[in-house]
């Protein structure tokens, strides 16, 4: 009986297609150690995306995959996941105790950015991630309705706040400092002063992603996020309605132009449920978020059903996520954190606290 060798482990390896990355194991750096001793493998692979639901399912094909080996015997293969910093946009670094920054946006309003920032960063926080969520959206805050959230933030120190937490997210909003009436009524470079002082004054603890939850349109928020705030990659979301295409197209190319990574696109309202029979229509159009990926080269993470119960579990604060778990829709926010964090996974990483600091001084 022939000794099994390590190459072959890792050619097998090779061809195993990770759904979420796209790619193999081996491409994607995810195989950390093979050991072989004799007829018994070891492998260990470690995902750079929270991926809490897909662990086991991994664990079992990557192992029935090993089974193929002729004469394998004992074999032990170890699965997990860990998230780290990416690279941000030049001249600025990752924030302190945030690992990375995924900004949400779209070119309008309407197209249910809030409820799909909001149900992906706790489809992140059920796949293991330590989340938090930040509402940019000054004039018109809705994540502390959407959370269940209300009241001022703790503040030990009277400068900075502890951000509020719900369902295990982290959140922030204009929304907890200003009484629910109160109109805005603020020129931009106040706008834009709220945002950064909401980002930078808040205790963030050991934050893996944080979700910013942009206003719609690309005016003073946006270009302040995107030239002073490091942003590890942007999500847009659209329907498939031409008129919202068109906007979206504008939003994600301010992204491009301040070298902002898109991660992907997410196809709100593809389709209507009716809640008494279950017919799917669709009602804005068919199509439209597959050709707008097509057209930019870019992934279409995923597209959400018009379902009246999203609407409606978002109005309660308990969202989608945590209120039917293992209900459809949940299930494609989970399926979309993970890709659009998978594709985060694969970019270059940010090795800036590794370098020490070089200062030359005269004696």
Same mark, same amino acid.
């Given at each position: /009986? ?187 470079? /106040? ?148 890709? /659009? ?23």
């Amino acid at each position: /009986m022939a000794n099994i060798d390590k190459t072959a482990v890792e050619n097998l390896l090779k061809h195993f297609i990770d759904p979420n990355v796209e790619t193999d194991l081996v491409s994607a750096k995810s195989v950390k150690k093979i050991s072989v001793d004799g007829n018994d493998v070891s492998v260990v692979i470690e995902l750079g995306y929270p991926a809490k639901s897909y662990l086991e399912e991994l664990k079992a094909a990557v192992t029935q995959r090993l089974q193929t080996l002729p004469d394998v015997g004992k074999l032990d293969v170890s699965v997990g996941f860990n998230v780290v910093s990416h690279s941000v946009q030049k001249a600025l670094k990752p924030l302190p105790n945030v690992k990375n920054i995924i900004a949400v946006a779209s070119g309008k309003g309407g197209v249910g950015k809030s409820t799909t920032s909001v149900n992906l960063a706790l489809a992140l926080a059920a796949e293991g991630a330590n989340v938090g969520i930040l509402d940019a959206d000054i004039y018109g805050p809705s994540i502390p309705t959407m959370l269940g959230l209300s009241g001022k933030p703790d503040s030990p120190d009277g400068k900075s706040m502890l951000p509020k937490i719900s369902f295990g997210v982290q959140t922030i909003s204009i929304g907890y400092l200003i009484d629910p009436d109160q109109p805005m009524i603020w020129r931009g470079p /106040m706008v834009t002063g709220a945002l950064q002082q909401l980002l930078n004054q808040t205790q963030w603890q050991d934050v893996d992603y944080l979700i910013i939850d942009l206003p719609p349109g690309t005016g003073d928020i946006q270009l302040t996020l995107a030239q002073q705030i490091p942003v590890s990659g942007a999500v847009i979301v659209t329907t498939p309605q031409d008129i919202a295409l068109i906007d979206a197209q504008r939003g994600l190319g301010m992204f491009e132009k301040v070298n902002v990574p898109i991660l992907g696109l997410v196809e709100n309202m593809s389709v209507h449920i009716c809640s008494n029979c279950g017919h799917e229509e669709a009602i804005f159009g068919q199509g439209g978020g597959v050709a707008m990926a097509v057209k930019n080269k870019l992934d279409l993470l995923g597209s959400l059903p018009l379902d009246i119960q999203i609407r409606e579990y978002a109005d309660s604060g308990r969202p989608t996520v945590v209120a039917d778990p293992d209900g459809r829709s949940a299930q494609i926010y989970k399926a979309i954190a993970r890709k /659009m964090a998978a594709k985060l996974a694969m970019r270059s990483r940010d090795y800036s606290g590794r370098f020490p600091n070089i200062v030359i001084q005269n004696t």
